[in-house]
């Protein structure tokens, strides 16, 4: 069994910076891919960003390409998503989620596992 505990959500003003942790327990980071949606009220889940477990390949959302960064800390076990450049509309609910494979699928398909979700809000 794979939990997931996301971090790091919080307030912050249009322009800032905040940096969300995944914290993966049950397996390893060097055999799962993970990945960041959100949610914001009313508005469908949005696959924002992924990470290959064994290559390292990253996928962006075009809206969070060139301000947002995943990677992870394998010792740790935690994934993280960097966000700069905060706009109004990046306001949501963020979750990770493992596809239960190394590499990352099309953020449409079935996802194994789930964390709870932490809420970002960014004050314009």
């Known amino acids: 069994q794979v939990t997931l505990v996301e971090s790091g959500g919080g307030l912050v003003q249009a322009g800032g910076s905040l940096r969300l942790s995944c914290e993966v327990s049950?397996?390893?980071?060097?055999?799962?891919?993970i990945a960041w949606f959100r949610q914001a009220p009313g508005k469908k889940r949005e696959g924002v960003s992924c990470?290959?477990?064994?290559?390292?390949?990253?996928i962006y959302a075009d809206s969070v390409k060139g301000r947002f960064t995943i990677s992870r800390d394998s010792n740790k076990n935690i994934m993280y998503l960097q966000m700069t450049s905060l706009k109004p509309e990046d306001a949501a609910v963020y979750f990770c989620?493992?596809?239960?494979?190394?590499?990352?699928?099309?953020?449409?398909?079935?996802?194994?596992?789930w964390g709870q979700g932490t809420q970002v809000n960014v004050s314009s």
């Open positions: 049950g397996n390893s980071l060097d055999y799962y891919a």
């Open positions: 989620a493992a596809p239960g494979s190394h590499y990352c699928v099309p953020f449409s398909y079935r996802f194994e596992y």
């Open positions: 990470r290959d477990a064994l290559n390292g390949r990253t």
